[in-house]
């Protein structure tokens, strides 16, 4: 029998000899590297803490709502329109109430593919090429990298032990009204910021809400690690203490129940809100994930969390312990109030983005400060540890591996530095 003719195309031309090259965009981000598997020490990323999932929950809260009402997954949007699954959002409404004081409702809510997917559109929304914006010099890489693909430039706001520095946020607004330019947002991790740990009290906020309404402009609060508080004390939310609104909401359940899951949400006022809807052109955000969630965060959010919290906050403490007994006093750090990630700055002569490389080489990856900063002159000798996600035995292993590194690459910490932990 003849062969059709796409036959012969299949047996001519292999997958790799069509060159896709001259057909890419200009402004790509550079090519990706294929994922050669997790390294055996990783303090990377924003993994949780996988003996803390609440597995057995999640089994069973599938089985119930699927065998109770997973016919409607024939519907795009399951019956609950285009903002994402009703009771998962009827679940926020009385948790960010709770927690954070937020007084919304459903229809102020909208179900994202995590809050990343909640950066992108609010960022849709609000930025074109040539903005500027303002975040905490030290901040989330997701975010800082996102302006930068936009052509918007985001002005550092310097931090303390409190969260982003309302006087230098107050001069930075002077300063560009000056010289005429306008910030779309002031864009803000207020409670347990990524990467410093750091919470702004009730006071600095109604200063920050104060400055935004003067200067006409809004506040972007990201609060996605605001349930990892150790004390399980939070300050009220600028949205919720927003009197004269001018403030959109972000948060997720990355980081209070698991990242893979890709559930975040945005909360704003309807003005806003109605024009982020037409952006979110994805036909809705994962159905399974979402059902599952409203279905075990109804009975089980609030007892599981502080479980979650108590052993992350001993991840730290082992963390904290061995940086102290293998880098002595060549560390610094503060202990955070909450969240998954310790802060830390090692002696000026240590270049985080050079020590990178052995480190890996070795087993143990970490996030090199001035990917996590817009001051990469200050975060030269800083990196970022994540503590959930490795074992208590890999976090001791791992931090006398990356001396070990260190010391051979910059004669840091020296050889007295260690510490007997008895001692
Ligand atoms: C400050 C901040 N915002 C947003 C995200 C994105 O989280 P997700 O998309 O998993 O909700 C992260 C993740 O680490 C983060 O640290």
Redesign the pocket.
């Known amino acids: 029998m003849p062969k059709e003719p796409e036959d012969k195309v299949l047996e001519t031309v292999s997958p790799s000899s069509f060159d896709f090259a001259p057909l890419f965009r200009a402004g790509l981000p550079p090519a990706a590297a294929r994922w050669n598997g997790r390294v055996k020490f990783d303090f990377t990323g ?1 993994n949780n803490d996988a003996d803390s999932l609440p597995l057995d929950g999640l089994i069973a809260a599938a089985n119930a709502v699927l065998k109770r009402e997973g016919r409607t997954l024939s519907t795009y949007g399951l019956d609950s329109g285009p903002q994402g699954y009703r009771p998962l959002r009827e679940f926020l409404v009385g948790k960010l109430k709770a927690d954070a004081a937020i007084a919304c409702t459903a229809d102020d809510i909208l179900i994202t593919s ?4 909640g ?1 992108d559109l609010i960022n849709a929304t609000l930025l074109e090429r040539g903005d500027t914006v303002i975040i905490e010099e030290d901040c ?1 890489q ?2 800082i990298n996102r302006l930068i693909r936009l052509g918007v430039t985001p002005i550092g706001i310097p931090l303390d032990r409190d969260g982003m520095r309302m006087d230098a946020l107050s001069n930075a607004l002077d300063d560009l009204k000056r010289k005429g330019a306008h910030p779309k947002y002031i864009y803000t ?1 207020p409670t347990v910021q ?1 990467p410093t740990g750091t919470i702004m009290p009730l006071e600095r906020r109604q200063e920050m809400l104060w400055l935004s309404a003067t200067h006409g402009v809004p506040i972007f609060e ?1 609060d ?2 605001a349930d990892l508080i150790w004390s399980g004390q939070r300050p009220p939310a600028l949205y919720a203490i927003a009197s004269r609104g001018g403030v959109i909401h972000i948060g ?1 359940f ?1 980081k209070s129940i698991a ?1 893979a899951l ?1 559930v ?1 949400y945005i909360v704003a006022p309807w003005e806003a809100m109605s024009r982020v809807l037409p952006l979110k052109t994805d036909a809705g955000s994962g159905a399974l994930e979402q059902m599952v969630l409203a279905e075990y965060c109804a009975a089980h959010f609030s007892k599981h969390v502080p479980v979650l919290r108590r052993s992350l906050r001993a991840k730290l403490e082992t963390l904290m312990e061995s940086l102290n007994e293998h880098f002595g006093a060549a560390v610094e750090f503060d202990d955070p109030k909450g969240g998954i990630f310790l802060w830390i700055k090692l002696p000026d002569e240590v270049d985080a983005a050079r020590l990178y490389q052995p480190a890996l080489a070795a087993g143990v990856a970490i996030n090199p400060g001035p990917e996590w900063s817009v001051n990469k002159a200050h975060a030269r000798s800083r990196l970022r540890l994540c503590f959930a996600s490795p074992s208590h035995e890999e976090i001791h292993q791992g931090v006398a591996m990356l001396a070990d590194v260190c010391r051979r690459e910059f004669g840091v910490p020296g050889p007295g530095a260690r510490v007997d932990r008895a001692g």
């Open positions: 924003g995590g809050s990343l997917q950066l989330y997701g975010s991790i990524n990201d996605c690690y997720s990355s990242p890709r975040g």
